[in-house]
């Protein structure tokens, strides 16, 4: 029997939640995306269970959403949990584009990012585009030394992945060198721009990551919910949300622009396209 695209298992009072598919950097099917949100619904379900830990399994935690790998599932129908709307895979263009991204990437992202435990990404290797978001609606963020990020869409004509925190997570100037450039950004980086709070040993990083969230299981449950609403809500305050809501509107534009004028919706790029854009960067 093949692997599944999502391990997940307790660790006392921990929840660790693993992408599994190594051999494609851990490239986010949407297979993969309700896999995790069954995983993230039985930690959230579980009395015992005080921390979430999203990790990656290999070297890298995430290159991002699937664009090419053979199990690409674009033209598969799942049972919609995250927003009302229709299913895609009987609708054309913008349409189906909509429909399926408003279920599976934005929809998805506010949904994890509302789960009332802390949620903790443990990063290693690549995390890309789409690996952004995931780590995004994470509470916290546990680096490993050779952990870089990036998101190079704007190469696809497209304004920033579907969750667009950029300016929230890393500050309107971060943000706009990152999406201008398209260029990796260092876990260095990444810590001055307040997007990670720990930089460790790629060898103790699972240590580490374990040993922070064993010290916020020890904080009532309800407190920890709470505590994370209350930040939530001021995000949303400064204008996340609904800064979001026009964004997705933006990229959408984006998509219909290319499927117009090129190949295809993604302006003729591939990850690999990309990936070699980036070489040396």
């Not at 995250?82 to 263009?93: P, Y």
């Not at 100037?173 to 876990?187: H, M, S, W, Y």
């Not at 060898?203 to 040993?211: S, Y």
């Not at 609904?242 to 295809?264: I, K, Q, R, W």
């Amino acid at each position: 029997m093949s692997e599944p695209v999502v391990r997940s298992e307790r660790r006392g009072p921990v929840a660790v939640v693993t992408m599994n598919r190594p051999d494609y950097r851990n490239a986010q099917n949407s297979a993969m995306t309700y896999a995790l949100d069954d995983a993230f619904t039985d930690a959230v379900n579980d009395p015992e269970v005080k921390v979430i830990v999203l990790a990656g399994a290999g070297k890298h935690f995430s290159a991002g959403h699937d664009i090419g790998t053979p199990g690409r599932d674009v033209d598969v129908t799942f049972d919609r949990r995250a927003v009302m709307w229709w299913d895609h895979t009987d609708r054309a263009g913008g349409d189906q584009r909509f429909a399926r991204e408003s279920e599976v990437y934005l929809g998805m992202c506010r949904r994890w990012r509302e789960i009332p435990k802390p949620m903790i990404a443990s990063i290693q290797g690549a995390c890309i585009a789409g690996g952004l978001m995931l780590a995004w609606v994470c509470d916290l963020v546990v680096a490993s030394e050779d952990a870089f990020f990036a998101d190079p869409v704007v190469r696809m004509g497209i304004p920033g992945v579907e969750y667009f925190a950029h300016p929230w997570v890393l500050g309107p100037r971060a943000a706009k060198e990152v999406l201008f450039t398209g260029e990796r950004f260092t876990v260095q980086q990444a810590k001055e721009w307040g997007m990670i709070n720990r930089i460790v040993p790629r060898a103790e990083l699972e240590q580490h990551t374990l040993e922070l969230a064993g010290k916020i299981s020890g904080m009532p449950s309800f407190g920890l919910a709470l505590a994370k609403k209350a930040v939530n809500q001021a995000e949303d305050l400064m204008g996340m949300r609904s800064g979001m809501d026009s964004v997705f509107g933006l990229h959408h534009l984006a998509h219909a622009h290319n499927a117009e004028t090129s190949a295809d919706s993604l302006g003729g790029q591939s990850a690999r396209s990309m990936r070699d854009a980036n070489k040396g960067a």
